[in-house]
């Protein structure tokens, strides 16, 4: 595995790769792998020649107050965990490589970015399509991967990528859940051990919420049971939102009227810890 930290390397490499007909599948993520992660770089590697992966937490995505600074690092064990799937390359670039002195573009999907999440990260999704924008830019790849459990940002980037005709595929990858269904997240080395406990509640919330909608079953009752469940437990010290969307526009529904398939989504705080998850519901 090579591992490349000068995106003009890597946009070089990569167009190499395509010109000589090569299919190139790439992986964006933050690092701290998991089995998320991991998931999609095994996919990645099934469908095409060339497996790029690459690690960069984005100062762009994230808010003044939020976690940039202790968002959890571990570069060394990531590096052998790709090395085991036999991924291609590594791009590990520098900050100051990716925002240049007076870097002053970004990329802003109207609409889609201020729901859900955006609501309370106002400039989150600004930070993410730009730089998913120039990682593509620098990986030309035929398909990039994405997980559902950050569905919004599927949903963003690929406006992002229609309106902006940029050639690669979007593949969403499903969520991949720890035993007692808490959807991996890097973000879920913060919690404490209770914390921990409690973090189950929201796929319960949600696989129950599921039923409902497939039952057919009101969506304010709905909506009322999910936040019922989630305010019952005392860590969960603050709800986002919880409740029932467009899975395309990700306006919340208030009757799924004709709708084959819907998004059921929840955001919660338990202590300084933002938990996301969703389940797409086909009815
Ligand atoms: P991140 O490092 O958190 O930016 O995530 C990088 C990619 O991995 C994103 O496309 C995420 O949606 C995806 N991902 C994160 N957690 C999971 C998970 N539990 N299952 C599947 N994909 C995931």
Redesign the pocket.
């Known amino acids: 595995m090579e591992i490349i930290r000068i995106p003009r390397i890597l946009q070089d490499t990569c167009f190499k790769q395509r010109m000589h007909g090569r299919s190139i599948g790439f992986v964006?993520?933050?690092?701290a792998l998991?089995e998320?992660?991991l998931?999609?770089i095994k996919r990645a590697a099934s469908e095409n020649d060339i497996t790029v992966v690459s690690i960069f937490v984005n100062p762009m995505q994230f808010g003044p107050s939020e976690d940039l600074a202790s968002y959890p690092r571990d570069v060394e064990n990531d590096i052998l965990k790709i090395r085991e799937l036999k991924a291609d390359i590594l791009f590990l670039p520098d900050n100051s490589l990716m925002y240049a002195e007076g870097f002053s573009t970004s990329i802003q999907v109207d609409g889609l970015s201020e729901r859900l999440c955006g609501h309370f990260r106002p400039g989150h999704f600004r930070g993410v399509a730009t730089v998913v924008a120039k990682l593509l830019n620098l990986t030309s790849p035929t398909r990039a991967?994405?997980?559902?459990?950050?569905f919004q940002?599927t949903v963003v980037i690929k406006r992002m990528v229609r309106d902006l005709n940029i050639g690669a595929e979007i593949v969403v990858?499903?969520?991949?859940?720890e035993a007692d269904g808490l959807?991996?997240?890097?973000r879920n080395r913060y919690l404490a051990a209770e914390e921990r406990t409690t973090a189950a509640t929201l796929y319960k919330a949600l696989s129950r919420a599921s039923q409902q909608v497939v039952a057919g079953e009101p969506m304010t009752r709905i909506r009322e049971q999910l936040h019922a469940m989630l305010s019952a437990e005392p860590k969960i010290t603050a709800i986002d939102y919880a409740s029932v969307f467009h899975p395309e526009t990700l306006q919340e529904l208030q009757e799924t009227g004709q709708l084959k398939e819907v998004l059921i989504a929840v955001a919660v705080r338990i202590g300084k810890t933002r938990l996301i998850d969703n389940l797409i519901v086909n009815r």
């Open positions: 964006p993520t933050m690092g998991h998320g992660h998931s999609l991967y994405f997980g559902q459990k950050d940002q990858c499903p969520t991949i859940r959807a991996m997240s890097s």
